[in-house]
Structures are given as C-alpha cells and as structure tokens.
C-alpha cells in the first residue's frame, strides 16, 4: 500500500506558520501510528527560491506536475500579490487536479486561488474573517461563511486563519483515519483534539479577567464523567458558576454551548471506542452517556453522518491501534 500523496502549493512569501502546520501533521514520520502515513511534498507554484514571511527561504525538490497527481492539494495562505493574482499555472493545476479525483485544500486565504480556479462556484467556503469583504466582492459566486473554522463541501475544504489550519489538517486525518489516531497526533502536538467545524471564528471578546483557560477544570471534570447524565446545572456547580454565567464563558471562550460542548465530547469517545474496541453498540453507548444504543445512533449519526455500525467497519481494521487512555488525562510520550 503507498502512502496518501499530500502536495503542498509553495508560493512567494507565504506566511509560514500555515505552511508548517500541513509539515507537522503530513511531513512527520508517524508510522508507528499508522503505516503507511502520508507522503508530503512541497511543491512550488512560480520559479523559486521563494522565501517565506519568517525570512527563510524555499527551494522545493517538486513543481506543479507532481500538484498534479496527488491525492490531497494543499493550497496555504497566500501574500496578498498571490491573493489577487495567482499564478496561472496553479490555478490550471488546481484544475487539473481536481478534475482527476484530488481532495482540494484551503488553509486561510489559499481559497483565493482555489476561488480563482472556479472550484468554489455554488459551494460553501470560508476563509480569514478579516478577507470576508475582499473575498466576497472578488467570488460572488461563492456561498462564503466567515463564521466558522473550517468547511468541507464534497472533496474540497477550506479553513479560517492561522489556528484554524491544525483544525483542519487534523480532521483529514480524523476522515482518513479516524478519530483515534487524530486524537493521539493531536496529543503528540500538545493541541486540542477536536475543535467542530462550526465553532466560531472570532468568539467575542470574554469578560475581563477571563480566559479559556479558567474552563480547564471543569472541561477535564467533565471528560471524565463522559458516561454519566450532565446537565448544565451540575457543569455549572462543578465550575462554581451559575448556569447563565457558564453558559457564557463557553460562547465567549469557546464558541459554543455546554450542552453542544458535551455532544461533541461524547461523540469522540464513542468513535474512539468504536475504533479501539470490540464493544457492542449498547454497551459504548452506556459509556459515553447516551444511555441507549438508539440514542447514540441518532447524534452520531446526526454529528458523522455516518452509523455506529458504519464507522466501526471503516475505521476499525485500517490502522494500527494507537496506545492511548480514554480517560480525561493521557500520559505523556516523548515521540512526536
């Protein structure tokens, strides 16, 4: 089995923390996760050596007809020459590959040469909230929604800015893999396992003196009462808060309610489950909180789109089991 071919769109001064972000998660050799992992491969989009906005400079071994044939094309975001005018060659390219079965990738404002190539016409997009105006004068045809991290129309994703490319890169490796093996590079990373796609983009501003960080406590509380029946007033009473006031908290820190929060929470744990495990339905959906196998049908179907029984089949044999605990803290691991 060969490896899955990530080629990455190199242009000029390209901002380099979402061209690292693709290299951590694609580049780094984590076959004693998965074997084989993916192959990544920078690949320049104009006549190089091209530099980046840290100050370094690029001399990538690949050009456009390795883009070509890849099975994921990442475009990351672009220096703002590149937004307005992207290279003809990468926006055929981009064609090209789409057109031969590629998943199409834009991280922040590299939807602007995925939008140049026509690949985002009657689809919905996103990109960086501060390039929503800009954008959407420049791609009216584009069902633009800045609200959200990321989004993912068929085989083409887009991404918001900067954090929002780990989001991204980590649920292809949740649709590649599933969710086991996105949690532990995301534990590897030291980042949150699983931001949902609708999260916001630009939370609002939380009250002073607040910061995610003061949500810790009871998030880790709450991890590891995944299987019993919370409600917001018992969250609230463990965060020694009053429902309102947490309720709060989680919209402006984290974008979303406790109860969505909780969902999502126990959703995860049951995809790893269903992954790691040969547990009956019945019994992960007691585990998890659902109480009832139909229950747990319902949201995660709801949240997949997929079965239980459907995701097991997927994602159970196609890679090797991941060391993890499934409790609210995991040891440590030295490997990266």
């Known amino acids: 089995m060969r490896p899955h071919l990530?080629?990455?769109?190199?242009?000029?001064?390209?901002?380099?923390?979402?061209?690292?972000?693709?290299?951590?998660?694609?580049?780094?050799?984590?076959?004693?996760?998965?074997?084989?992992?993916?192959?990544?491969?920078?690949?320049?989009?104009?006549?190089?050596?091209?530099r980046t906005t840290g100050g370094s400079w690029l001399d990538p071994a690949y050009g456009l007809d390795d883009l070509v044939v890849a099975d994921t094309v990442l475009v990351p975001a672009c220096a703002r020459p590149t937004q307005i005018a992207p290279p003809a060659a990468l926006v055929e390219a981009l064609r090209e590959a789409y057109a031969q079965g590629s998943r199409i990738v834009g991280v922040c404002t590299g939807a602007y040469a995925i939008a140049a190539a026509g690949l985002l016409d009657g689809r919905r997009a996103t990109t960086h909230w501060m390039n929503a105006q800009d954008f959407a004068a420049r791609f009216p045809l584009v069902d633009l929604d800045t609200r959200v991290l990321y989004v993912a129309d068929g085989t083409i994703f887009t991404s918001a800015?900067?954090?929002?490319?780990?989001?991204?890169?980590?649920?292809?490796?949740?649709?590649?893999h599933g969710a086991a093996v996105a949690a532990e590079v995301a534990r590897r990373m030291?980042?949150?396992?699983?931001?949902?796609?609708?999260?916001?983009?630009?939370?609002?501003?939380?009250?002073?003196?607040v910061?995610?960080?003061?949500?810790?406590?009871?998030?880790?509380?709450?991890?590891?009462?995944?299987?019993?029946?919370?409600?917001?007033?018992?969250?609230?009473?463990?965060?020694?808060?009053?429902p309102r006031t947490l309720a709060r908290r989680f919209r402006d820190t984290l974008g979303t309610t406790p109860l969505q929060w909780l969902l999502e929470q126990r959703v995860r744990l049951a995809q790893e489950l269903?992954?790691?495990?040969?547990?009956?339905?019945?019994?992960?959906?007691?585990?998890?909180?659902?109480?009832?196998?139909?229950?747990?049908?319902q949201h995660f179907h709801r949240v997949s789109g997929m079965t239980p029984q459907t995701y097991r089949h997927v994602?159970?044999?196609?890679?090797?089991?991941?060391?993890?605990?499934?409790?609210?803290a995991a040891s440590p691991v030295s490997a990266r």
Request: aromatic content about 6%; charged content about 25%; some cysteine.
């Open 6 to 50: 990530v080629a990455v769109a190199v242009t000029d001064n390209l901002p380099i923390f979402e061209l690292a972000v693709p290299q951590e998660v694609f580049g780094t050799d984590r076959r004693d996760i998965v074997d084989p992992w993916y192959e990544l491969r920078l690949c320049a989009a104009a006549p190089g050596p091209l």
């Open 161 to 176: 800015g900067t954090a929002a490319a780990i989001d991204l890169c980590l649920h292809l490796v949740r649709q590649d």
């Open 190 to 209: 030291v980042v949150a396992p699983h931001r949902a796609a609708d999260h916001t983009q630009y939370p609002a501003p939380p009250v002073r003196g």
């Open 211 to 242: 910061s995610p960080a003061d949500l810790s406590p009871v998030l880790e509380w709450a991890r590891g009462r995944l299987d019993e029946p919370l409600s917001v007033t018992e969250l609230a009473r463990a965060a020694h808060l009053s």
């Open 274 to 297: 269903l992954e790691t495990t040969d547990e009956p339905v019945e019994r992960i959906a007691q585990r998890t909180g659902f109480g009832t196998g139909a229950s747990l049908r």
């Open 315 to 328: 994602f159970r044999h196609r890679s090797a089991t991941p060391a993890r605990h499934t409790g609210p």
